[in-house]
């Protein structure tokens, strides 16, 4: 809800018709950490930080001053983000499963306790994560219009539909198998915010 709220408000107040707003992967791993080590509270002051500076940079008009960051600072954040978040996929991409062990925020904890489990693989799950992967790199051959990303899900739900219900494996892990929607908004209220976070 909140990635579909923000993107509103983007478009809404943003200065361009052909501009695309929403949530990224960068800001995604910038969540985690923060919520990891400082809780809700802790994201919610942050968020607030990052308004009020990109308040003061608008009024200010210091938005040139982004033309001065270095490229390969930017090129580094980028791929620590691309290795951040395929390290972040393993766990799902093979199935593994840890028995109640905690995985660790940092990179190097993730990839021993991976190695530590990886006899706990998921063949399904690794056939399911692969097919998609298939179709992502192998959609654009022969449909350059249709995102191989949609086709992949579209084809793969449908997939994974059929094999669960018609032969009765109920080994392939689903979102609707380790988590769940709640079918009503949340309530809307202000949080007591502890600005000693």
Do not use: C
């Not at 500076?53 to 580094?76: E, N, R, S, T």
């Not at 028995?99 to 306790?113: A, C, R, T």
């Not at 094999?163 to 009503?184: L, N």
């Amino acid at each position: 809800v909140t990635a579909i709220i923000a993107g509103f408000i983007i478009s809404l107040l943003g200065g361009s018709k052909v501009q695309i707003g929403g949530p990224t992967g960068a800001f995604i791993v910038i969540v985690y950490g923060v919520i990891q080590q400082y809780g809700e509270t802790g994201l919610i002051i942050a968020t607030i930080m990052a308004g009020v500076i990109l308040l003061l940079l608008g009024v200010f008009k210091l938005g040139v001053v982004i033309k001065f960051i270095p490229y390969p600072i930017i090129v580094g954040f980028t791929s620590g983000i691309a290795v951040t978040i395929f390290t972040t996929q393993i766990a799902d991409i093979f199935g593994l499963s840890f028995g109640g062990e905690k995985v660790p925020g940092d990179f190097v904890g993730k990839w021993l306790l991976y190695f530590r489990h990886f006899d706990s693989i998921n063949w399904w799950n690794t056939a399911v994560a692969m097919l998609s992967i298939a179709i992502i790199a192998l959609t654009p051959r022969f449909l350059k219009k249709i995102p191989g990303s949609l086709v992949a899900i579209v084809l793969v739900t449908v997939i994974v539909y059929l094999i669960k219900t018609f032969t009765g494996i109920d080994s392939i892990d689903t979102i609707g198998d380790r988590f769940s929607i709640k079918s009503e908004l949340p309530d809307a209220e202000i949080p007591a915010i502890n600005w000693e976070a």
